[in-house]
């Protein structure tokens, strides 16, 4: 070893030892003839001491010595004369007194400088990654991941899981997202689809008796890249056989509880709370419910279908409902602050906002007059509104008129501090429906993906065409408003799954294309079985404080999907293409100097 100790572990017991360590030079202060150096390392900072008393070589040297040089020192511990003692150091009650110093290897000035303050553009701090990953906050990052995944794998370890490997280059999986392709060079004309989850290989592993199976999985989706998504992720993925819902839900608030317990030292209670999605979706406009506030939405369909209230009407002979809310003290918003949230609900599709202050004397608004006044008093009664609140309603099409209020629901809890951020609020949420319509393509399509089982006592709805109806056995586990995992029961007979794929709309020559692997693998015993999947960068955001998965991820992409690190994606030699049996015809997009990361 170059050193016998690292820069954060010297304390005072070990004063007049005689140490060798290495690192990065961090700081560099000339105090007249005795020179400063703050050493740094991954594990803290060490303060050197040159002496042109005690070694004048070195001390000529630490002139020459810049920022991030990487260097090896050789001297001794002494401690730290009274009065200089920096208590915010691990290593504050000592410094080393330099005997011999070697460079290591001499660093340009580096883009930003290595510390954990100041505002750094995201742009340069994904070009310079190594350089933003050596500051001690990006450091401590990986080390809790680390942490993290360590955990899981003792704990699932202990549980009887074991970890198995799949595919990267493999075929496309259903998850809703555009598959990455890898063209084959020795198949020209032929693709590998880059994994969407390694969701029918983990099935196939169940076929293949492995019990209880799970993976920190790389998966690729090719979306447009909103608000937080990376191109690839990571999700521990899990499957179990002969289990039902509530022993996934089981194993996974054990799994939950030690790791809180492990990397916060929080307990958190289990079991975590099951909300219906029906529940979820009427209550608060979602299916991942924030449930650490109020505010819940209330829907005013029957009580205003008789009403003179025009637009209300139409919207429900339509099809539509009127849904409700209350916000506490808003009575006296400004008619701007109103038109800044019907804006807001107005991105979630809702072409209006109706409001009605509530006064002592009843409720004020521009369209009360359409409403008799017992309708009024429900409207308050309903929605829990007091005196001095204002009732929000939006009137829409199901979804949308619960998405924007749910949406409303949220900016109006933040933009008020309505939220208890201390609160871990875990839930799952249950019994979503099993296929949803694609108004555009006049289909039906998976809510979860074509896999998942369904409620038998639903099973009638096949027979009636009320596809709707059907709900399935897939769950999501929802924290504080944020889905962290999703999964379900599987289909494991083959006639089943066919059956699935007959409402898909697949025709027999597609299913065998893409997915005959699996119906054969069915036909020899398959167990029943069931899993789930968590992103799991979002979950280290949770012990990281941080917002963005690009924090928690050491190489992330930008919004654009663009490493500005290694410029990938690049053009490739023609040589390569010509290989790959490629031709490209689209013009190479010019992806800037300085593309986007953040904003
Ligand atoms: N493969 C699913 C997903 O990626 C998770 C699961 O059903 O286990 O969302």
Redesign the pocket.
């Known amino acids: 070893m170059l050193r016998t100790h690292t820069c954060g572990e010297l304390r005072k017991n070990e004063i007049g030892k005689k140490v060798d360590l290495c690192g990065w030079v961090a700081s560099r202060r000339d105090h007249g003839e005795i020179i400063f150096m703050d050493l740094r390392d991954k594990y803290g900072i060490t303060q050197i001491v040159f002496d042109p008393d005690k070694n004048k070589t070195s001390h000529e040297l630490a002139h020459t010595l810049r920022n991030e040089y990487c260097v090896r020192v050789s001297g001794t511990i002494a401690a730290r004369p009274e009065g200089t003692v920096n208590p915010k150091l691990s290593t504050g009650e000592i410094e080393v007194y330099v005997e011999a110093i070697k460079v290591l290897s001499e660093s340009e000035t580096p883009p930003f400088e290595i510390k954990d303050t100041g505002n750094l553009s995201e742009d340069v701090r994904l070009k310079y990654r190594y350089l933003d990953l050596r500051r001690p906050t990006m450091q401590n990052k990986l080390t809790i991941k680390h942490k993290v995944y360590k955990y899981i794998y003792d704990h699932l370890d202990a549980e009887g899981f074991i970890s198995v490997e799949t595919p990267t280059l493999t075929k496309s999986t259903p998850?809703g997202a555009r598959d990455y392709l890898v063209p084959s060079r020795l198949h020209q004309g032929s693709f590998y689809a880059l994994p969407?989850?390694p969701?029918l290989f983990?099935q196939l592993l169940m076929v293949a008796g492995v019990d209880r199976y799970f993976q920190m999985a790389r998966?690729f989706r090719d979306e447009d890249l909103r608000a937080d998504r990376q191109p690839e992720f990571t999700?521990l993925?899990?499957?179990m056989s002969f289990i039902d819902q509530e022993d996934i839900f089981a194993v996974c608030e054990r799994l939950f509880k030690g790791l809180y317990s492990e990397v916060t030292g929080k307990n958190i209670e289990i079991p975590f709370p099951r909300m219906d999605h029906s529940e979820a979706m009427s209550l608060y406009g979602s299916d991942k419910p924030d449930t650490r506030f109020g505010l819940l939405l209330s829907e005013m369909t029957e009580d205003v279908k008789d009403s003179d209230f025009k637009i209300f009407k139409e919207v429900i002979s339509a099809g539509g409902i009127v849904v409700a809310m209350s916000a506490p003290g808003h009575k006296d918003i400004s008619r701007k602050e109103i038109d800044t949230l019907t804006a807001y609900a107005s991105e979630f599709g809702a072409r209006g906002l109706a409001f009605f202050k509530v006064e002592e004397s009843g409720l004020v608004s521009p369209i009360s007059k359409f409403f008799k006044p017992e309708t009024l008093e429900t409207f308050k009664r309903k929605t829990g509104a007091r005196t001095g609140d204002m009732i929000f309603m939006v009137a829409d099409k199901k979804d949308v008129a619960r998405a924007a209020m749910g949406a409303l629901r949220l900016k109006i809890a933040k933009d008020n501090s309505l939220i208890d951020q201390s609160k871990d609020n875990f839930l799952w949420v249950v019994n979503f429906p099993l296929f949803k319509y694609n108004e555009e393509e006049k289909r039906w399509d998976s809510e979860?993906?074509p896999f998942?089982y369904f409620s038998e006592e639903d099973a009638k709805y096949f027979e009636t065409g009320e596809l709707g109806k059907i709900r399935s056995k897939?769950y999501d586990m929802v924290l504080n408003g944020s889905e962290i995992a999703?999964?379900?029961i599987r289909i494991h007979r083959r006639d089943i799954q066919q059956k699935i794929f007959d409402v898909l709309g697949l025709t027999k020559e597609e299913c065998q294309l893409k997915f005959g692997f699996l119906l054969e693998a069915f036909t020899y015993g398959p167990p029943p079985h069931g899993?789930?999947?968590f992103g799991i960068d979002r979950i280290i955001t949770l012990f990281t404080n941080d917002i963005s998965i690009r924090e928690v991820i050491p190489f992330p992409k930008t919004q654009k999907g663009v490493c500005p690190l290694t410029n990938a994606p690049s053009a490739v030699e023609g040589t390569q293409l010509r290989d790959l049996g490629l031709k490209i015809t689209a013009k190479p997009e010019a992806k800037g100097q300085n593309e986007g990361a953040g904003s």
Request: include cysteine; charge should be negative.
């Open positions: 998850e969407q989850s969701q983990k998966c999700q993925d899990m499957e979860h993906h998942t897939s999703s999964g379900s899993g789930i999947a």
